[in-house]
């Protein structure tokens, strides 16, 4: 258990000291004038207050990931558990924060927008249509998981059909509406089933004060598969909401056109990180210690088909209760419900950035928005697995060229860069790594994986270190 406290207690701590640290190094500036009063559409600059864009936030970039994620990286062992606070603190927060904070200093732009201006023009035609794809993607994902749960809590009559059908229209107008017709106003019930949910599994942990595994036991590879599963890269890759997630970038521009002070930045882009944080750790405890053993958890997921699912049913059920664990099954619907809407929000700001239009007129938000969803529909015939498959790995790709964008403004400002240079270059080598060695990937020996990844990362850092000592010579950076 102490183990567990302590991670807890290191997230909260994370967010006092190292946010405050990330937060001087990037320079607020109180004073200066937001997108928000400078673009205001009545549309996607909208002003709101601080506590309902943290709780938007919140449940944009809180998926299925912090708790199916945490679930299955739990499989792995108390390595899960480090990797959730270290990279939460080190990595997610301080790459949410920054991109967000970026979004703020280019008129809330949207992230391919501003990867694109500090790596170059052709980065940033690749990097539009991968983050075009990733939030379709995200998309079709996030209907057909919350359609499968809630189809097991309603009568049968509500099919998975049915709720797919319910998902997608109330998809459709969050895409449309201005943020605060429904966004804005529903988020917060939402909000309150996620902290629910979450606040209830944490307690029932020190209630019941279950085997959490304990860090003292070393963080040997628990897998059962251990050779074909190590826990570098796929630990990795398993566990990213929790700790840090390129689609979190996505979207922090929807929070950043409707902030209105700067100072606001680290409350709403750290501090939702952090929280998500708590939330994967939480449930990585949970599905660690209810089975009595990662043993126990192996045996229950290989039972149900290695499906995320039946644990949370099992465990809320169990510890809260018939109607405490339906209110916390709710709380698990709003998180992929409230990540898949602001996805396909983001794919229509992100086009329309694209192609230079306005969102103002209801036409042309249509004009983009039914392309989006005819391309949701058809991703919709794709087998879940594989495209949860790649998303994991499109996903913390793309956080790692937001963190080299990042870190390339502040080589541009003479800023302390290193605090997005390492972890760039470490997420450089586990999505390297990743595609080398997984079975949707190229599928390569341990060895050839490992020495292609790292060759790779090398690659990339000299190029980065070269261009930048080129840059800083010339007196600008490109």
């Known amino acids: 258990m102490y183990t567990f406290i302590i991670s807890a207690i290191l997230l909260v701590v994370g967010y006092v000291v190292y946010g405050a640290v990330v937060e001087r190094i990037f320079g607020v500036n109180p004073s200066r004038p ?3 009063t400078t673009h205001y559409d009545g549309v996607d600059y909208v002003p709101l207050p601080w506590w309902k864009i943290f709780f938007i936030q919140l449940l944009n970039i809180a998926g299925l990931g912090p708790i199916f994620g945490a679930i299955m990286g739990a499989v792995y062992g108390t390595a899960s558990f480090l990797w959730i606070v270290l990279g939460c603190i080190f990595g997610g927060a301080v790459h949410d924060y920054c991109a967000g904070m970026l979004s703020i ?3 809330g732009e949207s992230l391919p927008e ?3 201006r500090y790596m170059g023009k052709p980065f940033k035609q690749g990097i539009r249509v991968f983050t075009v794809l990733l939030m379709l993607q995200v998309g079709a994902v996030f209907i057909a998981g919350p359609a499968e749960l809630l189809a097991g809590l309603t009568p049968d009559f509500m099919s998975v059909t049915f709720w797919v059908a319910v998902i997608f229209v109330y998809y459709l107008l969050a895409t449309l509406l201005p943020i605060d017709k429904l966004i804005g106003r529903i988020y917060p019930v939402f909000g309150a089933a996620l902290i629910f949910m979450a606040f209830g599994v944490f307690a029932s942990l020190i209630y019941y004060h279950p085997p959490i595994p304990e860090i003292t036991q070393g963080i040997a ?3 059962p598969d251990a050779g074909r599963h190590p826990i570098f890269p796929l630990l990795f890759i398993s566990i990213a909401c929790g700790a840090i997630s390129g689609f979190h970038a996505t979207q922090s521009p929807l ?12 409350r709403i882009f750290f501090g939702s990180m952090v929280a998500e944080g708590l939330i994967a750790l939480t449930w990585a405890a949970a599905a660690a210690s209810f089975f009595g053993s990662f043993g126990g958890l192996q045996q229950f997921l290989a039972e149900h088909g290695n499906n995320a699912a039946p644990v949370v049913d ?7 209760g018939r109607v405490g664990g339906m209110l916390a099954i709710l709380g698990v619907v709003a998180a992929p419900i409230t990540s898949g809407d602001t996805a396909l929000r983001s794919a229509r700001l992100i086009i329309a950035d694209i192609a230079g239009l306005e969102q103002r007129s209801v036409r042309r938000r249509i ?6 969803f005819g391309a949701v529909i058809l991703l919709l015939q794709v087998n879940f697995d594989v495209i949860w498959r790649y998303f994991a790995w499109s996903n913390q790709t793309l956080a790692a060229c937001t963190l080299w964008a990042v870190t390339v403004y502040f080589v541009q400002q003479k800023r302390f860069y290193w605090i997005t240079l390492i972890p760039a270059i470490f997420m450089t080598l586990v999505c390297s790594t990743y595609i080398l060695i997984a079975p949707e990937g190229f599928a390569l020996p341990d060895t050839a994986a490992y020495a292609g990844g790292a060759a790779f990362t090398a690659a990339i850092t000299l190029i980065f270190t070269f261009r930048m000592n080129k840059s800083t010579a010339q007196g600008q950076c490109r």
Request: glycine letters at 6%; aromatic letters at 6%.
């Open 314 to 320: 099992v465990i809320v059920n169990t510890w809260m």
């Open 367 to 372: 004009y983009i928005t039914a392309p989006i």
């Open 255 to 266: 929070m950043a056109r409707c902030m209105k002070s700067e100072r606001l930045g680290r």
């Open 114 to 116: 501003t990867i694109g």
């Open 105 to 107: 200093r280019h008129d």
């Open 34 to 36: 937001m997108p928000v």
């Open 221 to 223: 590879n628990m897998h």
